[in-house]
């Protein structure tokens, strides 16, 4: 016995909203602005640990130095 087309019509519109809901929470998670932030924050995070801060630091300073020592040359 099949299903009466009231019964199928309220299961299209349960899956609609469903996919509309899901498409919102992507639409959220994957915007431009909330992935350049999370980015930002997680390269900031990996750049403000000492292991990886004083190196480049350092690599910066050696550059600035080679820069100086080219022009005064």
Do not use: H
């Not at 390269?43 to 005064?72: C, F, M, N, Q, S």
């Amino acid at each position: 016995m099949g299903r009466d087309q009231e019964s199928i019509q309220r299961d299209i519109e349960k899956s609609r909203e469903g996919l509309v809901s899901s498409v919102d929470q992507l639409a959220i998670k994957l915007s431009p602005k909330r992935l350049a932030d999370n980015a930002k924050t997680t390269a900031r995070g990996k750049l403000d640990r000492p292991a990886v801060k004083y190196p480049l630091i350092g690599a910066g300073v050696l550059v600035g130095l080679l820069l100086l020592r080219k022009l005064w040359r």
